[in-house]
């Protein structure tokens, strides 16, 4: 089978022809339908989380992906079978333990995310998933290979407009959704739906924001702001009419953007990082967050029953997914990487097989 492989971290990625992975025990091969290219891809490109999460290369990075069961080991059950379309579920776990008991694979201790660590991902037709239980069945989702994006960038949305909700955010109070990129627009529509709160969305991206006007249909008393020409802070104050925020969602995580974003929460307002923007972020302005009794909170990937959830409101049209994607062939998978590096891409680039 064609696969993209990282050899060498800052080097590009090597299209080659590798065995096709076969299905024994409990895990599944799936044919690859499509594949999202994750920021976090970059990060492993760069060598950036060699520290915390240390690859094995050569690796076939990737880790949101949908297919196609094709082949399925002994111990699979009846209800995954050839022929089923399918998300996966990217966070594997080597060892259970309290966290994946409850399908919080993210956290568990043993972690093996596809793409990253011992089991290859999807920039290739084929991609072997260890166990069963990290398919979700995409059986009703309009093109499957835009669907790819649910899996990472889906979960992980959900998961922090979850926040939001647990948070207490009132009707009339607003959420802040920094960052219109993949994630920040499933996180608006997200928040429309699951909140009956105001919803501000903001990127210093002009493109993003004209695709962001373009495709989503903001509700009443819902804006998406323009902050690449003035002070982002004025911008969205100008868009509440004054009034402070509540909870802001940050899918950038930068340095700048929690500097820059922090100021507008209001008392008892909740900041969360997403994004993973900068490994550092700014040192932490305690009179500011103890004055107004802040909590600084972040959110890294969702459960299995995040992205089940997010996948049946994707099913039911609640959240639009297709809007979102640009496809691409493998044989472009460097100059995406170089283009998402650069800052140049719109939306989620998704390798089409
Ligand atoms: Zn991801």
Redesign the pocket.
Known sequence: MRAAVLEEYGKPLKIVDIDRPRAEGSSVVIKVSGC?I????IHLWRGEFSSILPADLPIVPG??ASGVVVDVGDNVPPDIYPGLKVLVY?SYCEQDDRYSEVGMYQHCSMKAPAGFLLYNGCYAEYMLVPHYRYLVPAEGLEDLSSAAIL???GA?AYNAVKRAVSHGVGEDEYIAIVGLGGLGVLAFQLARRLTGSRIVGVDVRREAVEKALEVLEPFEGDSIVDASRSDPRRSILEATGGKDVKVVLDFVGSRGSIETYMDLLAPRGLYVIVGLGSAYGPSIPVHHMVIRELTISSVF?GSIHDLRSVVDLARRKVINYRGFTTKITLDRVNEAIENLHRGRVVGRQVIEF
């Open positions: 999202g994750c920021h976090s891809d880790h949101e990217w899996s990472c960038a992980t990937y």
